[in-house]
Antibody, heavy 119, light 108 residues
Framework: QVNLQESGPGLLKPSETLSLTCAVS?????????WAWIRQPPGKGLEWIGR???????SYNPSLKSRVSMSQDASENQFSLKLTSVTAADTAIYYC????????????WGQGTLVTVSS | SSELTQDPAVSVALGLTVRITCQGD??????ASWYHQRPGQAPALVFY???VRPSGIPDRFSGSNSGDTASLTITGAQAEDEGDYYC???????????FGGGTKLTVL
């Protein structure tokens, strides 16, 4: 069974950098899937942030591209998200997930972590 | 990029059939994936590709595609099927993922 668990600060001030890590168990991130971040503002829909592949190649949502970076640590079997210069609009539940390479399909999701941006 | 459009809300009587639709240009080239989200929970994959239902998903869930529209059909809706349903696909460039705005399903 594949499990994903997000971790990181739940409260940030405007202009700070959001940093989250996703620990994966039950599957090696060096094997053939993308590893993605998806967020959901309270009461709203899902937004794909981006994904990283085992080679380190990334793809980001154009609406966030200037502020987003993703990385991975194969030795720890985890991957990470950084989002700079956060504002209240970045308040959301952040999910890490496993995404098929050949499609948009996400078959495993973390439980999600709420990040609130407030002064 | 591209957009996927879903009806905001749909209702169905217990035991009857309901169709949830998702429309967008990217669906002419890429299959949709469908997710069910209950309050306070992460989304769960319920259907994807041309005709694939993940293990553990009841066979009352089925999907179809026609032109720029993908549909998720629940045949014999149950109370536990209530919640939000989201579609996703690749965008028209093929490099990114887009989600529909979600459909809130109420089982009466």
């Amino acid at each position: 069974q594949v499990n994903l668990q997000e971790s990181g600060p739940g409260l940030l001030k405007p202009s700070e950098t959001l940093s989250l890590t996703c620990a994966v168990s039950g599957y090696s991130i060096n094997t053939g899937y993308y590893w993605a971040w998806i967020r959901q503002p309270p009461g709203k829909g899902l937004e794909w942030i981006g994904r990283i592949f085992r080679s380190g190649t990334t793809s980001y949502n154009p609406s966030l591209k200037s502020r987003v970076s993703m990385s991975q640590d194969a030795s720890e079997n985890q991957f990470s998200l950084k989002l700079t210069s956060v504002t209240a609009a970045d308040t959301a539940i952040y999910y890490c997930a496993r995404q098929f390479i050949e499609s948009s399909t996400v078959d495993y999701w973390g439980q999600g972590t709420l990040v609130t941006v407030s002064s | 990029s591209s957009e996927l459009t879903q009806d905001p809300a749909v209702s169905v009587a217990l035991g009857l059939t309901v169709r949830i639709t998702c429309q967008g240009d990217s669906l002419r080239s890429y299959y949709a994936s469908w997710y069910h989200q209950r309050p306070g929970q992460a989304p769960a994959l319920v259907f994807y590709s041309e005709n694939v239902r993940p293990s553990g998903i009841p066979d009352r869930f089925s999907g179809s595609n026609s032109g720029d529209t993908a549909s998720l059909t629940i045949t014999g809706a149950q109370a536990e099927d209530e919640g939000d349903y989201y579609c996703s696909s690749r965008d028209t460039s093929g490099n990114l993922v887009v989600f529909g705005g979600g459909t809130k399903l109420t089982v009466l």
